[in-house]
């Protein structure tokens, strides 16, 4: 096999399965056959045998009453039947009938039973010109003296049926093996097209670095294996497509304020030479670069945020998501002055990452705490499983509202305020990763209200259930 490997190279599936079928088709219709040979030479043999042991015992009782004629028997009557006779004593004489064309070679099987006088012998000799015979004696009394007679027939007839019957088997085998073959091939190649053709897509993505789907016909295992690989290229195609408009969107962000950080830079460095620049101007650039800098990193965390496509899951653990907006409501207090903040929470409690639904909530959180007037009032509702954050701003617009989750979406309202057009892209992104949604409406107010929705429940998870009552029969 391995020179074969060598000399031909690795055979491809195709072919293997082409060899496959062919090799146990031969083989099957080979031993089937060569079964079939064994068994029916057993059968013709063993029919010879009572043939010939049925004749021989009739004809000893014949050559019994007259040894000397052989009970009458000529060299004509034997050829009528294809048999030859031979008379073999105890005392290893035989007598044979004058003018027989052949003469059968006795042995020791025959010579026992006629020292025995029991039984009967069947084996397959030769006459004295090597003509195959198949011989069989029986034992047979002269006067009281001890005999075998050995009657054979001529082999040929039975040899040469044997001999067309084997190469009838040898000859279907082959013909069956070819057949198999080419059916074989036939069926490996419309069976393994999907598989060629996933094959030749790979091929053609690593050369080209094309996307396009396969078409699919049927519902079989490589089937499912092409619709599966399609969707794989789906959703290498849409993640392509969302990292090349992240770094779209991101060099158009990074643009404004990299722009304006440079040249509050270069006032300054060209101020070191010439000292034209008053103290006040000088820090109020400082905290102009101050503030970028600020937003410049908050926008970084925000990308590294939304660019993170590793499957490596944070520890979620259980949580209470009255802790997580009690939090959140405590760092926004602080950037918020002069509000009201109504809130009301009920438990819910789920399993998830506090870490990124704190982050979520207080962006929500500050979303409301940036457009809300002075003196206004952000409503915080927790009920069930849905949080319903509110505030009493301008709102959003009707035409706005399906876009406020995408990225780096700022309504013209909103384009001349704070922030990275980020915050809420990562409020859907960590709530569809636990399981929930989220949704902007207008409030009764007249401003913007979210409302997220987690799966949890109302009681703590590892609380035992109550147990049923009993009842008293």
Same mark, same amino acid.
């Given at each position: 096999?391995?020179?074969?490997?060598?000399?031909?190279?690795?055979?491809?599936?195709?072919?293997?399965?082409?060899?496959?079928?062919?090799?146990?088709?031969?083989?099957?219709?080979?031993?089937?056959?060569?079964?079939?040979?064994?068994?029916?030479?057993?059968?013709?043999?063993?029919?010879? !045998?009572?043939?010939?042991?049925?004749?021989?015992?009739?004809?000893?009782?014949?050559?019994?009453?007259?040894?000397?004629?052989?009970?009458?028997?000529?060299?004509?009557?034997?050829?009528?039947?294809?048999?030859t006779?031979?008379?073999?004593?105890?005392?290893?004489?035989?007598?044979?009938?004058?003018?027989?064309?052949?003469?059968?070679?006795?042995?020791?099987?025959?010579?026992?039973?006629?020292?025995?006088?029991?039984?009967?012998?069947?084996?397959?000799?030769?006459a004295?010109d090597?003509?195959?015979?198949?011989?069989?004696?029986?034992?047979?009394?002269?006067?009281?003296?001890?005999?075998?007679?050995?009657?054979?027939? !001529?082999?040929?007839?039975?040899?040469?049926?044997?001999?067309?019957?084997?190469?009838?088997?040898?000859?279907?085998?082959?013909?069956?093996?070819?057949a198999?073959?080419?059916?074989?091939?036939?069926?490996?190649?419309?069976?393994?097209?999907?598989?060629?053709?996933?094959?030749?897509?790979?091929?053609?993505?690593?050369?080209?670095?094309?996307?396009?789907?396969?078409?699919?016909?049927?519902?079989?295992?490589?089937?499912?294996?092409?619709?599966?690989?399609?969707?794989?290229?789906?959703?290498?195609?849409?993640?392509?497509?969302?990292?090349?408009?992240?770094?779209?969107?991101?060099?158009?962000?990074?643009?404004?304020?990299?722009?304006?950080?440079?040249?509050?830079?270069?006032?300054?460095?060209?101020?070191?030479?010439?000292?034209?620049?008053?103290?006040?101007?000088?820090?109020?650039?400082?905290?102009?670069?101050?503030?970028?800098?600020?937003?410049?990193?908050?926008l970084?965390?925000?990308?590294? =945020?939304?660019a993170?496509?590793?499957?490596?899951?944070?520890t979620?653990?259980?949580?209470?998501?009255?802790?997580?907006?009690?939090?959140?409501?405590?760092?926004?207090?602080?950037?918020?002055?002069?509000?009201?903040?109504?809130?009301?929470?009920?438990?819910?409690?789920?399993?998830?990452?506090?870490?990124?639904?704190?982050?979520?909530?207080?962006?929500?959180?500050?979303?409301?705490?940036?457009f809300?007037?002075?003196?206004?009032?952000?409503r915080?509702?927790?009920?069930?499983?849905?949080?319903?954050?509110?505030?009493?701003?301008?709102?959003?617009?009707?035409? !706005?509202?399906?876009?406020?989750?995408?990225?780096?979406?700022?309504?013209?309202?909103?384009?001349?305020?704070?922030?990275?057009?980020?915050?809420?892209?990562?409020?859907? =992104?960590?709530?569809?990763r636990?399981?929930?949604?989220?949704?902007?409406?207008?409030?009764?107010?007249?401003?913007?209200?979210?409302?997220?929705?987690?799966?949890g429940?109302?009681?703590?998870?590892?609380?035992?259930?109550?147990?049923a009552?009993?009842?008293?029969?």
């Open positions: 096999m391995r020179l074969l490997r060598r000399i031909f190279g690795a055979p491809s599936l195709p072919r293997r399965i082409t060899w496959l079928t062919t090799i146990v088709v031969a083989a099957g219709v080979w031993i089937a056959g060569l079964s079939a040979y064994f068994v029916t030479r057993l059968v013709l043999f063993d029919q010879l !045998d009572r043939e010939l042991i049925s004749v021989a015992t009739t004809a000893s009782r014949t050559v019994a009453a007259d040894l000397n004629t052989m009970g009458g028997l000529n060299a004509e009557a034997l050829n009528a039947v294809n048999v006779l031979v008379v073999v004593g105890a005392d290893r004489q035989p007598i044979t009938i004058q003018s027989a064309p052949r003469t059968l070679q006795w042995g020791t099987p025959e010579l026992a039973v006629a020292r025995l006088q029991e039984g009967s012998s069947a084996r397959t000799g030769r004295d090597g003509t195959p015979y198949r011989i069989v004696a029986v034992p047979m009394q002269v006067n009281g003296h001890p005999y075998a007679l050995v009657i054979g027939r !001529d082999l040929g007839p039975t040899t040469s049926a044997l001999a067309t019957l084997l190469i009838t088997v040898i000859l279907v085998g082959a013909l069956l093996a070819l198999a073959a080419v059916v074989g091939a036939l069926v490996a190649r419309s069976t393994l097209r999907p598989l060629r053709e996933l094959s030749a897509a790979v091929t053609r993505i690593t050369r080209t670095d094309a996307l396009d789907p396969i078409e699919v016909h049927g519902d079989d295992e490589l089937s499912r294996l092409t619709r599966s690989f399609n969707t794989m290229l789906y959703s290498l195609g849409s993640s392509r497509a969302r990292q090349r408009r992240l770094i779209a969107d991101a060099g158009h962000e990074l643009r404004t304020p990299l722009t304006s950080l440079r040249t509050n830079i270069e006032l300054l460095v060209a101020d070191q030479r010439s000292h034209m620049l008053p103290d006040s101007a000088r820090e109020e650039i400082l905290g102009d670069i101050s503030a970028q800098l600020a937003e410049f990193t908050t970084i965390q925000d990308l590294v =945020q939304l993170r496509e590793d499957r490596i899951e944070p979620r653990e259980e949580i209470d998501l009255r802790d997580i907006v009690t939090h959140a409501l405590e760092r926004v207090r602080r950037r918020g002055p002069g509000l009201h903040f109504d809130v009301e929470l009920n438990p819910l409690y789920l399993i998830g990452e506090p870490d990124t639904l704190e982050r979520a909530v207080t962006n929500l959180l500050d979303n409301a705490v940036k809300s007037p002075p003196g206004g009032t952000v915080v509702y927790l009920d069930g499983d849905q949080l319903r954050i509110a505030d009493e701003g301008p709102g959003i617009a009707e035409e !706005d509202l399906p876009h406020v989750f995408d990225r780096f979406y700022r309504a013209d309202a909103a384009r001349n305020t704070p922030g990275t057009g980020l915050g809420l892209s990562i409020v859907a =992104q960590t709530v569809a636990h399981g929930g949604w989220v949704r902007a409406s207008r409030s009764a107010q007249g401003g913007a209200e979210f409302t997220l929705r987690l799966p429940s109302t009681t703590p998870l590892d609380e035992p259930a109550e147990p009552p009993q009842q008293l029969i």
